[in-house]
Nanobody
Framework: QAHLAESGGGSVQSGESLTLSCVASGYTCVAWFRQAPGKEREGVAAIDGDDTTSYADSAQGRFTIFRDKAKNTVYLRMMNLKPEDTAMYYC??????????????????????WGQGTQVTVSS
């Protein structure tokens, strides 16, 4: 079982940016999820084996998911961060290639491998 290693979380002010990284060797599809205190975990963005991307409405226009294949790393660039973006962010991965709907790509059940999470805190 390959290992998922997340990094890049931190504390920022509202309006600032962060880029999260997930080293996901051996996986074709990777997604970012987040879980805020007292809330359910939700899918934020996903990229499949064909580099097709999917975004939650809350991330559309502010977040970008992309991969560097040479580094086996998937990134989540988050811009114009808001206090409501505060959460633990998790990288998830699996081996399917493509063809999932947006709902499926952002659904927890599509992924069997999960990282430990990295905290993002946005203050107003």
């Amino acid at each position: 079982q390959a290992h998922l290693a997340e990094s890049g979380g931190g504390s920022v002010q509202s309006g600032e940016s962060l880029t999260l990284s997930c080293v996901a060797s051996g996986y074709t599809c990777v997604a970012w999820f987040r879980q805020a205190p007292g809330k359910e975990r939700e899918g934020v963005a996903a990229i499949d084996g064909d580099d097709t991307t999917s975004y939650a409405d809350s991330a559309q226009g502010r977040f970008t998911i992309f991969r560097d294949k040479a580094k086996n790393t998937v990134y989540l660039r988050m811009m114009n961060l808001k206090p409501e973006d505060t959460a633990m962010y998790y990288c998830a991965a699996d081996h399917w290639t493509s063809g999932l709907t947006t709902v499926q790509a952002l659904g927890e059940s599509s992924y069997n491998y999960w990282g430990q999470g990295t905290q993002v805190t946005v203050s107003s």
